[in-house]
């Protein structure tokens, strides 16, 4: 899979390419018995996997800082799918007091959990701080992800035990991640705003995601947990994660026309590797166009992925810290 097959809507292996729906790729799953959080499920293809896994019957938990827009992209769904289940809960991934809050109030639902789409993001943002002093991209895109994923891996475990159906943990990644700075992540100077190039940061941050769920896959495989941990590049789609640079993403869609997606066909590879059960104990894998593709050499660096693991860990503890 690669640029000719998105031209061309090419199908891979799986049966399905770059032209398929989210729709089209989940047909006739039943997902009735399952519970998914999708994060930045209020707009673009969070909403677009919020509707389809509704549709499927699963119990859907959109996670959002904007409450309102969850809100009304959850009466969206409604409308559409008057026996949807799908509930909203306030998260912003910029904040460690903030997630904290969401797993408490998610776990107050007293329901299971089998599927966490770590779907949000922000793109190209000018040099900032989050409220706990992270460099925003990499707050938002990782660290935020890595927090509420170990918050809630307690849960997951304990509903794949009880229930005997597989968990999965679903990164979106991007074909940005191969365009990181030298090293793969600014370790020493994540924070630092002298050398920050904002599509470096993204890139980084979206290299983040696919190393992270390559740990969280590598540490369930060791310690024999039916969950699996795969990440996924969407594909170039125009929503308001490129409000920073919409200008300069109309300009680039003029000439590369031909490699961009709606939103249901950017929703497929994330809705593919949460319900298909083809991907049945598949993990460790990254995705595009719903079909297996290798990523970059540091995204398979194991040494790099457990070095990001603790200096993650260590990052919260720091902004944890009163």
Same mark, same amino acid.
Request: glycine share 8%.
């Given at each position: 899979?690669?640029?000719?097959?998105s031209?061309?809507?090419?199908?891979?292996?799986?049966?399905?390419?770059?032209?398929? !729906?989210?729709?089209?790729?989940?047909? &006739?799953?039943?997902?009735?018995?399952? !519970?998914?959080?999708?994060?930045?499920?209020?707009?673009?293809?969070?909403?677009?996997?919020?509707?389809?896994?509704?549709?499927?019957?699963?119990?859907?938990?959109?996670?959002?800082?904007?409450?309102? %827009?969850?809100?009304?992209?959850?009466?969206?769904?409604?409308?559409?799918?008057?026996?949807?289940?799908?509930?909203?809960?306030?998260?912003?991934?910029?904040?460690?007091?903030?997630?904290?809050?969401?797993?408490?109030?998610?776990?107050?639902?007293?329901?299971?959990?089998?599927?966490?789409?770590?779907?949000?993001?922000?793109?190209?943002?000018?040099?900032?701080?989050?409220?706990d002093?992270?460099?925003?991209?990499?707050?938002?895109?990782?660290?935020?992800?890595?927090?509420?994923?170990?918050?809630?891996?307690?849960?997951?475990?304990?509903? %794949?035990?009880?229930?005997?159906?597989? &968990?999965?943990?679903?990164?979106?990644?991007?074909?940005?991640?191969?365009?990181?700075?030298?090293?793969?992540?600014?370790?020493?100077? @994540?924070?630092?705003?002298?050398g920050?190039?904002?599509?470096?940061?993204?890139g980084?941050?979206?290299?983040?995601?696919?190393?992270?769920?390559?740990?969280?896959?590598r540490?369930?495989q060791?310690?024999? @947990?039916?969950?699996?941990?795969?990440?996924?590049?969407?594909?170039?789609?125009?929503?308001?994660?490129?409000?920073h640079?919409?200008?300069?993403?109309?300009?680039?869609?003029v000439? !590369?026309?031909?490699?961009?997606?709606?939103?249901?066909?950017?929703?497929?590879?994330?809705?593919y590797?949460?319900?298909?059960?083809?991907?049945? &104990?598949? !993990?460790?894998?990254y995705?595009?166009?719903?079909?297996?593709?290798?990523?970059? %050499?540091?995204?398979?660096?194991?040494?790099?992925?457990?070095?990001?693991?603790?200096?993650?860990?260590?990052?919260?503890?720091?902004?944890?810290?009163?």
């Open positions: 899979m690669g640029i000719l097959s031209m061309t809507g090419w199908r891979g292996r799986s049966g399905f390419g770059s032209a398929s !729906t989210a729709e089209e790729v989940t047909e &006739g799953i039943d997902a009735r018995n399952l !519970t998914a959080i999708v994060t930045g499920g209020a707009s673009g293809i969070g909403l677009e996997t919020v509707r389809v896994l509704a549709l499927r019957k699963a119990h859907v938990i959109i996670a959002a800082r904007n409450t309102e %827009a969850a809100n009304a992209a959850k009466e969206l769904v409604l409308e559409d799918n008057k026996t949807a289940r799908v509930d909203v809960l306030k998260l912003d991934l910029c904040s460690v007091k903030s997630i904290r809050a969401f797993v408490d109030n998610f776990i107050a639902l007293d329901v299971p959990l089998n599927i966490l789409i770590n779907n949000a993001g922000v793109m190209f943002c000018p040099f900032q701080l989050s409220e002093g992270i460099e925003l991209q990499f707050a938002t895109n990782h660290l935020g992800h890595f927090l509420l994923t170990n918050l809630l891996l307690e849960k997951m475990k304990q509903t %794949a035990r009880s229930t005997g159906i597989e &968990g999965r943990i679903v990164n979106l990644s991007s074909v940005a991640h191969h365009h990181s700075y030298g090293h793969g992540i600014r370790f020493e100077r @994540i924070n630092d705003s002298i920050y190039s904002n599509k470096k940061a993204y980084q941050s979206k290299l983040a995601n696919i190393l992270h769920a390559n740990e969280l896959s540490r369930f060791e310690e024999g @947990i039916n969950i699996t941990a795969n990440s996924v590049h969407p594909g170039l789609i125009m929503t308001p994660l490129m409000r640079s919409a200008l300069l993403m109309r300009i680039l869609k000439f !590369t026309y031909f490699l961009w997606k709606d939103v249901p066909q950017g929703a497929a590879t994330s809705c590797v949460a319900l298909h059960p083809s991907l049945k &104990g598949v !993990t460790g894998n995705y595009v166009d719903c079909n297996e593709m290798g990523p970059s %050499a540091l995204a398979r660096d194991q040494v790099l992925a457990t070095k990001l693991w603790d200096f993650s860990e260590d990052l919260i503890k720091s902004a944890s810290k009163p």
